[in-house]
């Protein structure tokens, strides 16, 4: 199996993993840590009392944010673990694509 494959884990649940390239576990982990700063500066801004509009100003584009990590992460998902596992006949793997989309996209 290949670093970029999924791979099964034993136990009563069976957990994918995914070893990523280092470009873009950088790049996820970059997106996720400016978010978490994000978040830390909206719980400042409540503590210090500060104007409604201005602290939803900042939820939005927090939100905006995770939207944008979902799709890199979506399209990753996509271009690797969704292609491997259609090539190696995995055609459940498109089910598990529709339900994770249905799921996001609520």
Do not use: P
Request: aromatic residues 2%.
């Amino acid at each position: 199996m290949d670093g970029n494959a999924q791979k099964e884990k034993g136990c009563c649940h069976s957990e994918k993993t995914k070893m990523r390239q280092e470009k873009e576990y950088k790049d996820l982990i970059h997106r996720l840590n400016r978010i978490e700063g994000q978040i830390r500066g909206i719980k400042g801004m409540v503590e210090e009392e500060r104007y409604c509009t201005d602290i939803l100003i900042q939820v939005a584009a927090v939100n905006a944010a995770l939207n944008s990590f979902n799709k890199v992460l979506l399209a990753n998902h996509i271009r690797s673990c969704v292609v491997n596992d259609i090539k190696e006949g995995k055609e459940e793997t498109i089910d598990e694509l529709v339900e994770t989309l249905q799921k996001v996209m609520k």
